[in-house]
């Protein structure tokens, strides 16, 4: 069949983001308590897990929820070996004042004391260097980064009262330690100097990115930050909906058999969901109805792609000793302690 609805591949979004029904949930009433109330009621949050989860999806679909509601989104990449944040956030900003953005425009002042940066339209800005360093850039304070953010959501304010300023950063882990120092601070400062400004912040990163905080010399993260954990995989109600609905808004239905057969494939892990489905929308004769047997004929395929493309790649990248951990966890059907692994392979 052809126009699969399906979005395999990384930071695609989903036709429907199954599963974060209570995550979004909870994103409206942050964003209700901090128009009402500032950053006393901020939760700066930060979704981690494994890749494929759909971090990615998620953040983005907070700040488009966050623009419906009147809010400048800022969004920001954190880019492994360079440290970049803050120019980014600052090229955003000489970007949005060439496009005579309103609250741009009235938060200029502020934004020119950052480090003594000049952010002249026509002219090119005083460097806070992109590439890789192991320092902040000299002159870069956090309380006078937090006036900034502060100053332009106030702006936004006075064209959207519902509104204020989201900044979102994926990829969190692989920013350097000054950018996330810097940001944990700005982020404290804004609590301590700015307490009814309504700035909030959310963040993706892998599993590993508290201890990234920790090392970047942020302490307590758990304690600036909403930790909150993605599953690696879906429950199977939200696995099946994943797969159905999309076809269902394209008139196509799935049989129980066949939608049940993706979900015990993929093991309800979000990205091989995506993929799978539209390996066997893309096979499937159609026109209306995908069943059990056209899940049962793509499957090896599938799979052959998975070896080539995903697993055999990462496989031959590891080391002996992380195979035979993989191996032994094979053997215990994909679920076990590390003193049933510890056991199984002999060793401490």
């Given at each position: 069949?052809?126009?699969?609805?399906?979005?395999?591949?990384?930071?695609?979004?989903?036709?429907?983001?199954?599963?974060?029904?209570?995550?979004?949930?909870?994103?409206?009433?942050?964003?209700?308590?901090?128009?009402?109330?500032?950053?006393?009621?901020?939760?700066?949050?930060?979704?981690?897990?494994?890749?494929?989860?759909?971090?990615?999806?998620?953040?983005?679909?907070?700040?488009?929820?966050?623009?419906?509601?009147?809010?400048?989104?800022?969004?920001?990449?954190?880019?492994?070996?360079?440290?970049?944040l803050v120019e980014a956030l600052l090229q955003r900003a000489r970007t949005r004042m060439a496009?005579?953005?309103?609250?741009?425009?009235?938060?200029?002042?502020?934004?020119?004391?950052?480090?003594?940066?000049?952010?002249?339209?026509?002219?090119?800005?005083?460097?806070?260097?992109?590439?890789?360093?192991?320092?902040?850039?000299?002159?870069?304070?956090?309380?006078?980064?937090?006036?900034?953010?502060?100053?332009?959501?106030?702006?936004?304010?006075?064209?959207?009262?519902?509104?204020?300023?989201?900044?979102?950063?994926?990829?969190?882990?692989?920013?350097?330690?000054?950018?996330?120092?810097?940001?944990?601070?700005?982020?404290?400062?804004?609590?301590?100097?700015?307490?009814?400004?309504?700035?909030?912040?959310?963040?993706?990163?892998?599993?590993?990115?508290?201890?990234?905080?920790?090392?970047?010399?942020?302490?307590?993260?758990?304690?600036?930050?909403?930790?909150?954990?993605?599953?690696?995989?879906?429950?199977?109600?939200?696995a099946r909906y994943a797969v159905v609905e999309p076809a269902r808004q394209a008139g196509v239905?799935?049989?129980?058999?066949?939608?049940?057969?993706?979900?015990?494939?993929?093991?309800?892990?979000?990205?091989?969901?995506?993929?799978?489905?539209?390996?066997?929308?893309?096979?499937?004769?159609?026109?209306?109805?995908?069943?059990?047997?056209?899940?049962?004929?793509?499957?090896?395929?599938?799979?052959?792609?998975?070896?080539?493309?995903?697993?055999?790649?990462?496989?031959?990248?590891?080391s002996d000793r992380q195979m035979e951990f993989l191996a032994a966890l094979a053997l215990h059907?994909?679920?076990?302690?590390?003193?049933?692994?510890?056991?199984?392979?002999?060793?401490?």
């Open positions: 069949m052809d126009k699969s609805p399906y979005s395999p591949g990384a930071g695609h979004n989903p036709p429907v983001l199954a599963g974060r029904d209570g995550l979004l949930r909870d994103w409206h009433l942050v964003l209700n308590d901090i128009v009402a109330g500032g950053r006393v009621r901020a939760q700066d949050m930060i979704l981690s897990g494994p890749r494929g989860v759909g971090k990615t999806v998620t953040v983005s679909a907070f700040a488009d929820l966050a623009k419906e509601q009147g809010f400048e989104v800022v969004n920001l990449q954190a880019v492994s070996g360079h440290a970049g496009e005579e953005a309103g609250p741009w425009q009235r938060a200029r002042k502020t934004f020119e004391r950052i480090g003594g940066v000049n952010l002249s339209i026509a002219g090119i800005g005083a460097g806070i260097s992109t590439r890789q360093s192991d320092a902040a850039a000299p002159g870069l304070d956090a309380g006078t980064l937090a006036d900034a953010l502060a100053t332009l959501a106030a702006e936004v304010r006075k064209d959207a009262h519902s509104g204020g300023l989201l900044i979102t950063v994926d990829e969190l882990q692989v920013a350097s330690g000054p950018d996330l120092a810097l940001l944990a601070a700005t982020l404290h400062r804004l609590n301590v100097d700015h307490p009814s400004a309504p700035v909030l912040f959310a963040g993706t990163g892998l599993p590993f990115t508290p201890d990234a905080l920790r090392k970047a010399g942020v302490t307590h993260p758990d304690r600036l930050f909403v930790l909150e954990p993605i599953p690696l995989t879906l429950e199977p109600d939200d239905a799935w049989t129980p058999e066949a939608a049940a057969a993706v979900v015990e494939a993929s093991n309800g892990y979000p990205a091989h969901l995506q993929l799978f489905a539209h390996a066997i929308w893309t096979s499937a004769p159609g026109p209306d109805q995908i069943a059990l047997g056209d899940v049962e004929a793509a499957l090896p395929q599938i799979a052959d792609m998975l070896e080539r493309r995903t697993l055999g790649p990462r496989w031959d990248r590891i059907g994909g679920r076990a302690s590390t003193a049933t692994i510890a056991k199984t392979l002999g060793r401490s």
